[in-house]
């Protein structure tokens, strides 16, 4: 899919919040998203978790690593939604260290950036999304399911409007 400017990934934002809070199910799953500096992968999840309804300041996680989100009240099936960035990690074990593995097997949504920094201790992904860059700035979006849940999704997209 191409998203030619900002409205567009906005747009797949939204689809993409609406298919995670269908159904009945907790959601216990983790999204890689993957792309050079600047291809737009936070900007997707501030839109993702605006359109869930996180009001206020959504801030990125490149400092602190990980920043969480309480949803229960507006987006129950979701739940709590943490998001990483791995990009200053330097070593795969400083995941461990940072005891991202219960945070991982709690139920509640994923969302890791760079996450080939703290790869061998990821638990596979639900779902890939990688985005480039064009030379006109839209962008090139794939999604690579890795789980039923994953496929669940595709098809979610594909089918809305």
Same mark, same amino acid.
């Given at each position: 899919?191409?998203?030619?400017?900002?409205?567009?990934?906005?747009?797949?934002?939204?689809?993409?919040?609406?298919?995670?809070? @269908? %159904?009945?199910?907790? !959601?216990? +799953?983790?999204?890689? =998203?993957?792309?050079?500096?600047?291809?737009? &992968?936070? $900007?997707? #999840?501030?839109?993702?978790?605006?359109?869930?309804?996180?009001?206020?300041?959504?801030?990125?996680?490149?400092?602190?690593?990980?920043?969480?989100?309480?949803?229960?009240?507006?987006?129950?099936?979701?739940?709590?939604?943490?998001?990483?960035?791995?990009?200053?990690?330097?070593?795969?074990?400083?995941?461990?260290? @940072? %005891?991202?593995?219960? !945070?991982? +097997?709690?139920?509640? =949504?994923?969302?890791?950036?760079?996450?080939? &920094?703290? $790869?061998? #201790?990821?638990?596979?992904?639900?779902?890939?999304?990688?985005?480039?860059?064009?030379?006109?700035?839209?962008?090139?979006?794939?999604?690579?399911?890795?789980?039923?849940?994953?496929?669940?999704?595709?098809?979610?997209?594909?089918?809305?409007?």
């Amino acid at each position: 899919m191409l998203w030619p400017n900002e409205a567009a990934c906005e747009a797949f934002a939204l689809s993409f919040a609406i298919a995670l809070s @269908a %159904g009945t199910e907790s !959601i216990n +799953a983790s999204i890689e =998203l993957h792309g050079q500096l600047g291809a737009g &992968k936070t $900007s997707l #999840v501030r839109h993702l978790l605006r359109a869930l309804g996180v009001e206020g300041r959504i801030k990125s996680p490149s400092y602190a690593v990980m920043e969480s989100y309480d949803l229960s009240s507006t987006a129950p099936r979701v739940g709590e939604v943490s998001h990483f960035d791995f990009y200053r990690f330097n070593d795969p074990r400083e995941w461990e260290d @940072a %005891g991202f593995r219960d !945070i991982f +097997a709690a139920p509640g =949504l994923k969302l890791s950036e760079w996450p080939e &920094k703290a $790869s061998g #201790v990821l638990p596979p992904a639900d779902l890939q999304i990688w985005l480039d860059v064009g030379a006109d700035d839209s962008r090139s979006v794939r999604l690579i399911a890795g789980s039923a849940w994953g496929q669940q999704m595709l098809q979610a997209l594909r089918t809305s409007p």
